[in-house]
């Protein structure tokens, strides 16, 4: 098969490569053309996808005229040789927290105008349910093609959880729901060749929704623990004590851990587009509203934390040395989009903070002006140092052992017990 992929980011680049290893011709398309040029150096900027594993199948062979399995380029004329398209451009949302669907709708422009026959679209950046319907297939069909009969259409939303490695593209099962039968065939058939098992829906808005769901179900569990954390501190009794012991139980609870906020690309956006779709239909999806307030405000909670730290040594926030351990989203990855360590930084700097950070992915912050710092001598140089990202790398008992104080929003330090420890 000739596959082609839109948008080469943490979804299409993983995707393309699992295609090109599976011995498929791929044609990696992106508009940003330093990705398309360092992946023909057969170089990753994506730390879940190995330089070496890419240079494989993307570099080409210098002296051959052969291209290599997965062709990098920015022009949307490569892709009409391609027995199906899969689209994977961001979905993010508007200043006024709508949904931004700019990019599909260029990229579906751009695909109108080379789209054959027989080729199936495959639409995996995840939206409100409809999206496909309503919004991709009319571009598509200004081709003058017919969906469903000239080509196929069908929506797939990616699972991809960046730093995970127990589940990969192959073993996470892929829903998908085509415009019609022949389309679901078309794309089960597409998948089958990455994944070992394809899960059909019946048509593209279920599996647009399940997306949605999967995330939403996040989200209203994160803001549930993170309410009861808050609920803790007036009690007194340790959150995570609690969420470990009652993640003994081996049936009708899963386990979800309190935290400085959610970020990423996913969380703190998709279960808006749910929202702004429901509100069309006179629907108030309230789960969603609460639990996006409950976790937005999260970093300005982490805030008071920080005074109310410092306060108890009698120190202000104005002036004081606040080192940051881990700005990135989550562990273990370098993905700063909607980290709440930025909101950290923004609301301590604002009350005078004097904000330093280190972090093992992110070597800087350009718009904060930040540069991850080395641990040695910043640790006892620091008023007080948070733990906002639980980086596996970091040694915490050294942490704990050389700072003056230690306020620990994501429970690494449980086990250790010090003086000059506070957890959330
Ligand atoms: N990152 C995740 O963990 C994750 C997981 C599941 C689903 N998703 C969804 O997948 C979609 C893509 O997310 P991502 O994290 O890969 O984004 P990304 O920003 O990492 O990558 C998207 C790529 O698309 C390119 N692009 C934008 N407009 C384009 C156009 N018109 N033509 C060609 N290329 C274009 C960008 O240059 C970028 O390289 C989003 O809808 C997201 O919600 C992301």
Redesign the pocket.
């Known amino acids: 098969m000739k596959v082609g992929v839109?948008?080469?980011?943490?979804?299409?680049l993983p995707l393309a490569l699992a295609f090109a290893e599976q011995g498929h011709e791929v044609v990696g398309?992106?508009?940003?053309t330093r990705?398309v040029d360092a992946l023909r150096a057969g170089e990753s900027y994506i730390e879940d996808v190995a330089s070496e594993s890419l240079a494989a199948v993307a570099k080409a062979e210098s002296g051959s005229e052969r291209p290599p399995k997965l062709a990098a380029t920015t022009h949307y004329e490569d892709l009409s040789e391609c027995d199906a398209v899969i689209i994977?451009?961001?979905?993010p949302l508007s200043d006024a927290r709508e949904p931004d669907l700019t990019?599909m709708i260029?990229?579906a422009t751009a695909l109108s105008r080379v789209l054959r026959r027989g080729q199936l679209i495959s639409l995996?950046?995840?939206t409100y349910p409809g999206t496909t319907r309503e919004r991709l297939l009319p571009i598509l069909e200004e081709s003058g093609l017919a969906a469903g009969r000239d080509f196929y259409l069908a929506f797939s939303p990616?699972?991809?959880?960046?730093g995970r490695t127990d589940y990969t593209v192959r073993t996470t099962p892929k829903v998908v729901g085509g415009l019609t039968d022949e389309c679901t065939e078309r794309a089960a058939k597409l998948y089958g060749e990455i994944c070992d098992n394809v899960v059909r829906v019946s048509g593209p808005e279920p599996a647009e929704l399940t997306k949605l769901l999967e995330n939403i179900f996040r989200s209203v569990n994160i803001a549930m623990v993170n309410e009861m954390a808050m609920l803790c501190d007036r009690l007194g009794i340790d959150i995570w004590e609690v969420v470990e012991a009652a993640a003994t139980k081996p049936f009708g609870f899963m386990r979800f851990d309190p935290g400085p906020g959610m970020g990423?690309?996913?969380l703190p956006i998709?279960p808006f587009y749910l929202a702004y779709k429901a509100r069309e239909h006179d629907f108030y999806t309230e789960f969603i509203e609460l639990a996006g307030k409950v976790n937005q405000n999260q970093p300005a909670w982490c805030v008071h934390r920080i005074e109310r730290a410092l306060n108890q040594v009698a120190k202000p926030v104005n002036g004081s040395r606040i080192l940051l351990l881990g700005v990135s989203y989550k562990a273990g990855v370098g993905d700063i989009r909607e980290s709440p360590a930025l909101r950290i930084i923004r609301l301590t700097r604002e009350i005078g903070g004097d904000v330093a950070y280190h972090d093992p992915h992110v070597p800087e912050l350009g718009e904060l002006g930040l540069e991850s710092v080395a641990l040695d001598g910043e640790i006892a140089r620091a008023d007080l140092v948070c733990v906002v990202t639980a980086h596996p790398e970091i040694d915490y008992e050294r942490v704990v052992s050389e700072a003056e104080l230690v306020l620990d929003f994501r429970g690494v330090t449980r086990g250790i017990e010090a003086g000059n420890l506070v957890r959330l």
Request: glycine fraction near 12%.
């Open positions: 839109i948008g080469l980011g943490y979804v299409g398309l992106d508009a940003d990705k994977c451009v961001p979905t990019h260029d990229s995996e950046s995840t990616e699972r991809i959880d960046p990423g690309h996913c998709d």
